[in-house]
């Protein structure tokens, strides 16, 4: 089992070593020890291996991940799983601003709060946060879901597109075309496989909310000619 | 981006490490910001006395003419402490306006960095290592502490443009962002009688403050005010004689971690800023909320926070 102590090995040594797995290579199973805040640890994983971070991490832990999963035992800086293609990413913790922004698929799990911006731009991305997350967060989502134990901060989901978000507390406040939506049989379902696949019990589907665009913004309408 | 930390200390047995601590964690930040550096230190009073700190772009004769001038204005009792470009004059409290009164009648080689009965700032343009080495940082104690590495946007990389900004006795200021009102604040400041040294927004953030303390604020009272008057991008760290305060501007896009132990209060830009001090993996840390002031006070019972 390869591992890397961040104390006395470049980051570059982790990542270069992560990038050069081929097929076929039976090492799998990475260890990560002393982060000490480092950003970019295990960016642009392309195999399917385990990197196990005990620590907490700077920007981008596991941002363009594909394949791998990544379990971080500590908090997560800005922008934790960016533009994460598949792969699961989980961090035991809390994460600042904008996790999983620009995430095209996959599943990111933040066992505790998450900060403003979650799910940024998400554009296929399943996020599920044990927390509360903070404003702006799924601001202009695309698709994928967003899913909220507790509480939502000031405009969620502003100028939304087809991102589903569901959200067990309290919202602040809702963005320009967010709306409560009906939460229906096939939406449940979706919710009980993402808190499955989360493995984050303790709610139940019933339990949540469900939001989404009122899909009023998609076109410019000449009646509001006069905003511009 | 800029990267800032502060330490405010709430057990003494850490204030022989503060100026270490500190500059750890300034260094540690420098590539958020290469172009200059500064630290403010909260030292220890002494009753009755003031420091004043000064820089000097030529420090071989000027800081000859500025001992020459505390003693006319301050007498024998009047010290100078000169370290590279800085010198701290120590002086009866009481002489602090005369001194200062003098060098505006006739302007010398020398400008005040700060004045206070425990502050002083050096700052420099440079990298975090280099000024912290230039100052001794590392040795010098005291009870809080605040930090800046820059990377310029608004103003010129000049020494008097680093950060921290002290525009009030023991007050000073950093920044994280930019401001977009800093102008018409400037001059509103100015019409009620602020002096202004440079261009940059920071320094009208730390007067505004510093005008809002003189009408009788508390500097938590002073930070809410900003909230509704600041216009723009800002993670500030503040520091007073006995105060602390941190405040991020609502839409937070400058990073922020916080820290806090029964031992001390820190700020970073970075979590990485935090990870050398004592007892970091047991701290509660949090990231400050948007719009939300979070103020300590050394003189209110150790470890109780005023976070609104």
């Known amino acids: 089992m390869p591992a890397f102590d961040l104390a006395t090995t470049p980051i570059r040594d982790l990542n270069q070593a992560l990038h050069a797995i081929g097929q076929g290579a039976n090492d799998r199973s990475f260890e990560v020890r002393n982060p000490r805040g480092s950003h970019a640890v295990a960016v642009g994983c392309a195999a399917p291996v385990t990197v196990t971070v005990h620590g907490p991490v700077g920007y981008y832990c596991g941002g363009m991940n594909a394949a791998a999963e990544i379990v971080i035992h500590g908090s997560a800086g800005p922008g934790v799983g960016e533009n994460m293609m598949s792969g699961r990413i989980i961090v035991e913790g809390d994460a600042s601003q904008y996790a999983g922004a620009t995430g095209r698929g996959g599943l990111l799990v933040i066992k505790g709060n998450a900060s403003s911006r979650c799910g940024i731009s998400m554009k296929g991305i399943d996020i599920v946060v044990g927390g509360n997350i903070g404003h702006m967060s799924a601001f202009m989502g695309q698709s994928g879901h967003l899913v909220v134990f507790g509480d939502a901060g000031e405009a969620l989901g502003d100028s939304l597109y087809e991102a589903k978000l569901f959200v067990r507390g309290k919202v602040k406040s809702l963005g320009a075309d967010c709306v409560e939506k009906e939460m229906r049989p096939e939406h449940l379902t979706t919710l009980d496989r993402l808190l499955s696949d989360a493995g984050m019990s303790g709610a139940r589907p019933e339990e949540f909310r469900r939001y989404g665009s009122a899909r009023r913004l998609y076109n410019f309408n000449i009646d509001n000619a006069d905003a511009y | ?308």
């Open chain 2, 1 to 308: 981006m800029c990267g800032i930390v502060g330490l405010f200390l709430k057990d003494r047995a850490l204030e022989d490490r503060l100026g270490a601590l500190l500059s750890d964690m300034l260094v540690t930040m420098t590539d958020r910001g290469p172009d200059s550096a500064g630290i403010a230190i909260y030292g220890d009073a002494v009753a009755g006395r003031s420091k004043v700190t000064f820089q000097a772009d030529a420090p071989s004769t000027a800081f000859a003419d500025l001992e020459a001038l505390a003693r006319k204005v301050a007498g024998e009792s009047a010290s100078v402490r000169i370290k590279d470009t800085h010198a701290v004059v120590e002086l009866a409290t009481s002489a602090v306006d005369a001194l200062r009164d003098a060098l505006q009648a006739a302007p010398q080689g020398f400008r005040i960095m700060s004045t206070g009965e425990t502050i002083e700032i050096y700052k420099e343009t440079g990298l975090p290592k280099e000024v912290v080495s230039r100052f001794d940082i590392r040795t010098m104690r005291g009870t809080h502490g605040i930090g800046h590495t820059r990377m310029a946007t608004e103003s010129a990389v000049t020494t008097l443009g680093a950060h921290p900004f002290s525009t009030g006795p023991d007050q000073c200021l950093v920044h994280n962002g930019s401001l977009s009102n800093h102008n018409n604040l400037r001059r509103e400041l100015s019409r009620a009688g602020i002096r202004f040294e440079t261009e940059n927004d920071s320094e009208v953030a730390a007067a505004y403050l510093t005008a809002r303390m003189k009408e009788g604020r508390n500097l938590g009272e002073a930070l809410e005010a900003g909230l509704a008057d600041l216009d723009g991008f800002f993670t500030f760290v503040v520091g007073t004689r006995t105060g602390f305060g941190v405040l991020r501007d609502p839409i937070a896009c400058k990073p922020a971690v916080m820290a806090e132990t029964r031992q001390y209060v820190a700020f970073g830009s970075e979590y990485r800023a935090l990870v050398g001090l004592p007892g970091i993996d047991d701290a509660r840390v949090w990231e400050p909320e948007p719009a939300s002031v979070y103020f300590w006070d050394r003189s209110a019972a150790a470890g109780s926070a005023l976070a609104a």
